[in-house]
T-cell receptor
Framework: GENVEQHPSTLSVQEGDSAVIKCTYSDSASNYFPWYKQELGKRPQLIIDIRSNVGEKKDQRIAVTLNKTAKHFSLHITETQPEDSAVYFCAASNGDFGNEKLTFGTGTRLTIIP | EAQVTQNPRYLITVTGKKLTVTCSQNMNHEYMSWYRQDPGLGLRQIYYSMNVEVTDKGDVPEGYKVSRKEKRNFPLILESPSPNQTSLYFC????????????FGPGTRLTVT
């Protein structure tokens, strides 16, 4: 089955700087790669996703890049703010609809230092 | 209000005592799924359902059962709970749209002693 590795497990960044979280996946058939943000005590929420026919996607301060050849994808957060502090999870899935079986990484705890 | 609800939110039980965690969504989503979240292990999928009467195993299905008799409900059943099933459980649902976003419930914290 699919295996998703996520690094780093913790990341501290000065407010205003950029943060990068990286994930690798094992199943070359995976075609859908979402990122979820989970604030302390809250439920996970989707922040951005990308499909395998796209190399990069951007939404304001957040971007995701995908390298299918190397089987890795990354989350980039620019101009970080205190409200970006949370745990971030990457995930990978294959299937016709992209989320039948979803495998998550182990998470990255991001702390923004004021 | 569009939402996914879970009950109970907190549960402490003893080994071997059957329990059910309910999950309900009011968004008419075809897809529903159960996850468990453990420190250092992230979210792991237990079971998922792509529509009524259709269920499939996720990565960690052992010790769990599910059923999907109605579109809105997807209960998680622990026939004989054990301490290693102590965890935070999330239910999620998703429409068949381009985004495939999963909407998570508030979570159920289960402790098995």
């Amino acid at each position: 089955g699919e295996n998703v590795e996520q690094h780093p497990s913790t990341l501290s960044v000065q407010e205003g700087d950029s943060a990068v979280i990286k994930c690798t996946y094992s199943d070359s058939a995976s075609n859908y790669f979402p990122w979820y943000k989970q604030e302390l005590g809250k439920r996970p929420q989707l922040i951005i996703d990308i499909r395998s026919n796209v190399g990069e996607k951007k939404d304001q301060r957040i971007a995701v890049t995908l390298n299918k050849t190397a089987k890795h994808f990354s989350l980039h957060i620019t101009e970080t703010q205190p409200e970006d502090s949370a745990v971030y999870f990457c995930a990978a899935s294959n299937g016709d609809f992209g989320n039948e079986k979803l495998t998550f990484g182990t998470g990255t705890r991001l702390t923004i230092i004021p | 209000e569009a939402q996914v609800t879970q009950n109970p939110r907190y549960l402490i039980t003893v080994t071997g005592k059957k329990l059910t965690v309910t999950c309900s969504q009011n968004m008419n989503h075809e897809y529903m799924s159960w996850y468990r979240q453990d420190p250092g292990l992230g979210l792991r999928q237990i079971y998922y359902s792509m529509n009524v009467e259709v269920t499939d195993k996720g990565d960690v299905p052992e010790g769990y059962k599910v059923s999907r008799k109605e579109k809105r409900n997807f209960p998680l059943i622990l026939e004989s709970p054990s301490p290693n099933q102590t965890s935070l459980y999330f239910c999620a649902s998703s429409p068949w749209t381009e985004s495939s976003e999963q909407y998570f419930g508030p979570g159920t914290r289960l402790t098995v002693t």
